[in-house]
């Protein structure tokens, strides 16, 4: 004689028969390492398993993932991507900092690595502008007992004052949040090495403009540096994302 409890369950018409080992154990849980049964579907965020008999919960991460909402990279991803800048100028407008120079020494908003990073180009910049126009005169002078040598120092003169008067338009550009100038002082870091280099062949016959001379070429890296701390690139993407 059967107890109420095992009086079997009515068969619903159109099903198939149950088959052993079809009926998933109560819960839902399945005994580790037995495949899961014919027909069961996975919760919503099921990620799966990295191993045999390994089952993850929904939001759980995987070995090798970083975890939702943690803001760490996962391992083997870099921190950092280069990428090249595409709000490059359009036209001539675009090159000259938005209302003049008149708000040269202004850096409201910008982080703490900008800021000395920008001052560093500015100031540098208006140095090299200002000893550059001195060793004009005396490079004109040179002409008078050594015009060979005074030839090529008037000629890496002039490539420095070029420098001098770019990077100070740059580098107010860079305050504005454009990335294509920051590359391109960046690339200025570059040109300001090989003037050294030229310079101290010369004889250092316009050694103090900013590329003029090694010590120039170590203050413009450092500045190259501050621009692309972390701190730096997140505020070039909040500037780029609100434009």
Do not use: C
């Not at 045999?52 to 939001?59: A, C, H, R, T, V």
């Not at 910049?125 to 040598?149: D, E, M």
Request: proline letters at 13%; a neutral charge.
């Amino acid at each position: 004689m059967s107890t109420p409890d095992e009086t079997p369950q009515p068969q619903q018409p159109g099903s198939p028969p149950p088959q052993p080992g079809n009926v998933p154990p109560a819960g839902n849980q399945h005994p580790q390492g037995s495949p899961p049964p014919q027909g069961y579907q996975p919760p919503q965020g099921y990620q799966p398993p990295s191993q045999p008999g390994q089952y993850s919960q929904p939001g759980q991460a995987q070995p090798g993932q970083a975890q939702p909402g943690s803001g760490q990279p996962a391992p083997g991803q870099p921190g950092f991507h280069f990428e090249m800048p595409t709000d490059g100028p359009r036209s001539f407008n675009d090159v000259m900092p938005q209302g003049g120079f008149s708000g040269m020494f202004k850096t409201q908003g910008l982080p703490t690595e900008l800021k000395v990073s920008y001052f560093i180009w500015v100031i540098s910049g208006l140095l090299g502008l200002l000893f550059g126009l001195i060793a004009f005169f005396a490079v004109i002078a040179a002409f008078a007992f050594a015009p060979g040598f005074a030839a090529i120092a008037l000629i890496l003169l002039l490539i420095t004052l070029a420098v001098a008067a770019a990077q100070v338009v740059l580098a107010m550009k860079m305050k504005e949040g454009k990335e294509w100038a920051r590359l391109a002082l960046t690339i200025l870091a570059g040109v300001s090495l090989l003037l050294a280099i030229f310079g101290a062949a010369s004889g250092g016959g316009s050694g103090m403009g900013l590329g003029g001379n090694w010590f120039g070429f170590l203050v413009s890296a450092v500045a190259v540096v501050l621009m692309w701390l972390p701190n730096s690139q997140l505020w070039f993407k909040t500037v780029k994302g609100h434009a």
